[in-house]
């Protein structure tokens, strides 16, 4: 569930910087523009940002569940403050850095985090396989 929903979630925001409209052409966003012939691309952006929500909403819970599972009992509480401390301060701390990307090209952020999102469910992926016992066939 944690390699898929990062995979989502880095497709999710590779596809995010390829959605355009025409705000000249089109104005702001309205309900009666959405429902109209020309609301494609708002389609889009919601349908991009549903994939994002779901990557985004299935990777915390496994995660967290991993976590948990693999630290000692007496040291959950503490290993899963830090967690949610290191989620917060990437919050905080990843616009900062976003910025500049964005100045130099504004689809240059939402790339990098795609990369970045697909490679670590890539070595998430690696570092399972190796951990993970073949399942076991009863004799028959």
Not at 6 to 26: E, N, Q, R
Not at 47 to 73: C, D, E, K
């Amino acid at each position: 569930m944690i390699i898929w929903s990062l995979v989502v979630t880095g497709a999710s925001l590779a596809l995010m910087p390829l959605v355009h409209g025409d705000i000249h052409l089109h104005g702001e966003l309205s309900w009666k523009l959405l429902f109209s012939s020309n609301g494609g691309a708002w389609w889009a952006l919601l349908g991009v940002l549903a994939l994002l929500a779901i990557g985004t909403g299935l990777t915390r819970p496994p995660l967290f569940g991993l976590l948990s599972n693999l630290t000692p009992a007496n040291e959950q509480g503490a290993t899963l403050g830090i967690a949610q401390g290191a989620g917060s301060l990437a919050r905080i701390v990843g616009p900062m850095f976003a910025g500049p990307f964005f100045q130099a090209q504004p689809s240059l952020p939402y790339f990098a985090c795609a990369t970045i999102a697909i490679a670590t469910a890539l070595v998430f992926m690696n570092r399972i396989g190796h951990h993970t016992q073949p399942a076991v066939t009863p004799n028959l």
